[in-house]
Each structure stands twice: as structure tokens, then as C-alpha cells.
């Protein structure tokens, strides 16, 4: 099955610089990658997603690339805000089930 | 983006009681709805895919006459927790698939079972 690591599993960062999170997959087979953000005591919010057709997608100061190649992906988040404080997690699924292998999680801490 | 209900958000009970868990798709048809399990500080574990009209397929591991998954309708899934014993206290999650592959998830419902 599908394996997805995630790094790192804590970023703390300064409010207005940048957040970046790696993830790698195992099943060159998976073409779906969306990113989840976490709220302490909620369910985990779409925030990106990108297709394997697509090497980088931008949403304003959030940010997805992928490389094919290497099997992995990155959640870039610009000038970031308090706000942008959680959990977030990357996550991988096949076009042969759409079921999606998360991974570990990051806990990101953005100091004001 | 699409609208998943979860409810309840929290429940307490007594070790040996049944609790029931409810996951709506408010704006769209879900055919498939999934549950997972979330321990603190880790990652969401995939306790099965809940498919409308048929039968659940659980994951290895997870007991099915524990976790007894209901899909009658393509808005509605349900998960019930049988005979609850204070290990089986978590963080429950549900998400729905709108469209091919895109997961939209609940709020979640926080167990405890005394």
C-alpha cells in the first residue's frame, strides 16, 4: 500500500516569514495530493490539493508543488499569519481506490 | 467547499453503552463516506469505507461488530460504537467523497467512555 512520511513533525516560524512542509510517497501509481488543515478539537480542512498532471498550484499564500519524479510534495505558506497556527497534513491516493494515506502530521506555530 | 455535518461534536458515556455517531453530506450526494480514528497528536487512522446500499469494508484490524457503519442514503452515514469500553475513547471523524476524488471531513466527535 501507500506510504506517505511527512516532515518536519514541528516548524515554529516568525509571523511573515515562510512554512514549508515536505511529504514523500511511495506508490508512483498515486495521482491525487491534497493538503489538510488541522484546528485543535476540529476535522481537518481541505486547504490545496494538486494532480499528478500539475507540477505546482498557487492559492494565494498557499503554495503546492510536486515532483513526479522524486514522489514528493511540498505546502508552501507565505507571510505567514497567527492564524495559520495547526496541524497540517499531507496525503496521497491512487486512482484505483481514491482512499487517501495521510501523513504524520506538522504542528505549526507561527510566533507574533 | 462542500459541507460535512458530524454530529454530536462530544459525547460521554458509561463503559457498556452503545453511542451513535452521524455524518451528513449537507450540499451533495456522497456514495462513499469513510471513518477514521485519531488518537492525540497523530495522524488519522482510515477505520473504514462506508459505501451507500452495501455492506462496510473495514480495515485490518478494526472489529466490525464493534464498529457497526450504516449507509442507507446517499446524504447519511452513521457509526455506531457497541458496548463501549474506555479504550475505544477517541477522536471519531468522518469525510465524504465529493466528486472523484476530492475528501471533505466532519467536525468530528470527541469520545470518552468512563
Known amino acids: 500500500g501507500e506510504n506517505v512520511e511527512q516532515h518536519p513533525s514541528t516548524l515554529s516560524v516568525q509571523e511573515g516569514d515562510s512554512a514549508v512542509i515536505k511529504c514523500t510517497y511511495s506508490d508512483s501509481a498515486s495521482n491525487y495530493f491534497p493538503w489538510y488543515k488541522q484546528e485543535l478539537g476540529k476535522g481537518p480542512q481541505l486547504i490545496i490539493d494538486?494532480?499528478?498532471?500539475?507540477g505546482e498550484k498557487k492559492d494565494q499564500r498557499i503554495a503546492v508543488t510536486l515532483n513526479k519524479t522524486a514522489k514528493h510534495f511540498s505546502l508552501h505558506i507565505t507571510e505567514t499569519q497567527p492564524e495559520d497556527s495547526a496541524v497540517y497534513f499531507c496525503?496521497?491516493?491512487?486512482?484505483?481506490?481514491?482512499?487517501?494515506?495521510f501523513g504524520a502530521g506538522t504542528t505549526v506555530t507561527v510566533r507574533a | 467547499g462542500a459541507v460535512v455535518s458530524q454530529h454530536p461534536s462530544w459525547v460521554i458515556c458509561k463503559s457498556g453503552t452503545s453511542v451513535k455517531i452521524e455524518c451528513r453530506s449537507l450540499d451533495f450526494q456522497a456514495t462513499t463516506m469513510f471513518w477514521y480514528r485519531q488518537f492525540p497528536k497523530q495522524s488519522l487512522m482510515l477505520m473504514a469505507t462506508?459505501?451507500?446500499?452495501?455492506?462496510?469494508?473495514?480495515e485490518q484490524g478494526v472489529e466490525k461488530d464493534k464498529f457497526l457503519i450504516n449507509h442507507a442514503s446517499l446524504t447519511l452515514s452513521t457509526l455506531t460504537v457497541t458496548s463501549a469500553h474506555p479504550e475505544d475513547s477517541s477522536f471519531y471523524i468522518c469525510?465524504?467523497?465529493?466528486?472523484?476524488?476530492?475528501?471533505?471531513f466532519g467536525s468530528g466527535t470527541q469520545l470518552s467512555v468512563l
Open positions: 494538486i494532480r499528478s498532471n500539475v
Open positions: 496525503a496521497a491516493s491512487s486512482p484505483d481506490d481514491y482512499k487517501l494515506s
Open positions: 462506508s459505501n451507500e446500499g452495501s455492506k462496510a469494508t473495514y
Open positions: 469525510s465524504a467523497r465529493g466528486g472523484l476524488e476530492k475528501l471533505f
